[in-house]
């Protein structure tokens, strides 16, 4: 048991907006200057990681959450709504500078698939976050490879592994049922699809 609570916290779903612009800024052939990747990266810790956390602790503070783990349904709606915001936000910054187009319509794919799980809260439906994360991630991947025309295949199936392991841990936590676990990997991973061809036809 001890394993899957260590995957579920080393894979927590606000790292993987920082993951996915961390492979991106690594993987693309497309060069900006060093000072710029970091300030790309600390924009995305500070306001899909540090943000987030203060908030679910201030909602904590007010008893608005029993923990941090939003165990329930109308837990998340507001942490989800609020995510939903931060991740368009950063995406219409990201075009507006023109330094990192892909990466940002990989946001507006995170703000989609989040909208889809804000949905699906009405047919009770408690989509795993951390799916969508990886799936989300690994859609991402794809979309560079493609865009990019480069062999990702071996970091491909290392992901998909790394997916196997996180539905498997949540799981046997039983923080969700094998149906929230697929959905939330679909939904992160035909999100990132979906934004792309958007950006391709823009």
């Known amino acids: 048991m001890f394993i899957y609570k260590l995957i579920s916290y080393v894979f927590h ?3 993987f907006s920082f993951l996915g612009s961390f492979l ?14 970091y300030i790309i990266l600390l924009i995305v810790f500070v306001s899909t990681y540090i943000i987030p956390i ?3 602790a201030i909602l904590k503070r007010f008893n608005m959450i029993s923990d941090y783990h939003l165990r329930n ?12 915001m931060l991740s368009f936000l950063l995406g219409r910054a990201m075009v507006s500078t023109q330094i990192a187009d892909l ?17 699906l809260f009405n047919i009770k439906i408690k989509t795993s976050l951390h799916t969508l994360g990886i799936g989300g991630i690994i859609g991402f991947v ?12 071996s970091l491909l199936a ?19 049922r094998p149906k929230e676990v697929y959905i939330g990997f679909v939904l992160g991973l035909i999100s990132q699809v979906i934004s792309f061809q958007i950006y391709q036809n823009i």
């Open 73 to 84: 349904i109308e837990e998340r709606k507001f942490p989800v709504l609020f995510f939903i």
């Open 13 to 15: 779903p606000l790292l």
């Open 103 to 119: 990466l940002a319509f990989s946001f507006f794919g995170v703000a989609f698939a989040l909208s889809f799980t804000y949905l």
């Open 24 to 37: 991106y800024l690594y993987l693309s052939p497309k060069h900006i200057l060093k000072e710029q990747e």
């Open 142 to 153: 794809m979309v560079m490879s493609y865009e990019y025309r480069l062999n990702f295949n």
């Open 158 to 176: 290392g992901l998909f592994i790394l997916a196997g392991l996180i539905g498997v841990s949540r799981l046997a936590l039983n923080a969700h």
């Open 54 to 56: 203060l908030l679910l």
